[in-house]
Every structure is written in C-alpha cells, then in structure tokens.
C-alpha cells in the first residue's frame, strides 16, 4: 500500500470501518447502514451522506469495487487493497486494546 493511501485511512473512522468490514461480502450502502445499525445496537448510524460519499472515496481510491447492481442497488465489494487497509486497521485496533490492558505489544 502506498504512503498517500495509508495517511487517507490509516486510523480510519468507524464509518470507514465498518464499511469496509461488511464489504468483503457484496453489499450496497443500504444494507451496510442496516447492519451497522444492528451489530453495534444502534450506537453507530451511518447517514446516507456519509455512506454514499465513503463509497464514492473508496471507490476512487481503489478500496472496494462495483460488482454489480440489484434492484436499482449499486453492489460494491472490498478490494485487496481495502482487504489490507482492513487488517491494518484490525491489527491497530487490537494493539490499541492490548495496550490498554498493559499488554506487552512488542512481540
């Protein structure tokens, strides 16, 4: 992954997230925003603004990938470099909580 990719998304915001997380299957903004909306209890709700610009960002940006459409729905899929730009961000989060637990993140 190139430099100018990974200071774009590398903390990403949840939003970033979760998009991405529900994009390695073939999805559309809709049904993300709604599966968001029900792993995470209603605490995070991702606007129609946010969702469809995120998309469109990502999109350019070579993270995820139109697949096809249904019903109307544009369907987008993770990429690989949006597979690696995930697990980076996996990766952060988890030494994030390993440090909060005064874990040794070293190894």
């Keep these: 992954m ?9 903390p990403m915001t949840e939003s970033g ?5 529900f994009l390695q299957t073939p999805q559309h ?7 968001v909306k ?13 969702m469809y610009g995120a998309l469109s960002k990502m999109e350019a940006d070579g993270l995820i990938s139109f ?3 249904e019903e109307k729905r544009k369907l ?3 990429t690989a ?10 990766r952060r989060i988890e030494r994030l ?9 070293d190894a």
């Design 17 to 21: 997230f979760y998009i991405l997380f």
């Design 67 to 69: 697949c096809r459409e």
């Design 2 to 10: 190139d430099d100018r990719i990974r200071r774009i998304y590398v």
């Design 38 to 50: 029900k792993l995470t209890g209603g605490a995070v709700n991702i606007s129609a603004g946010t």
């Design 29 to 35: 903004g809709y049904g993300i925003s709604q599966q």
């Design 97 to 105: 909580y390993r440090n909060s637990k005064g874990e040794n993140v």
């Design 76 to 78: 987008y899929q993770v």
């Design 81 to 90: 470099l949006g597979r690696e730009i995930l697990e980076t961000e996996i």
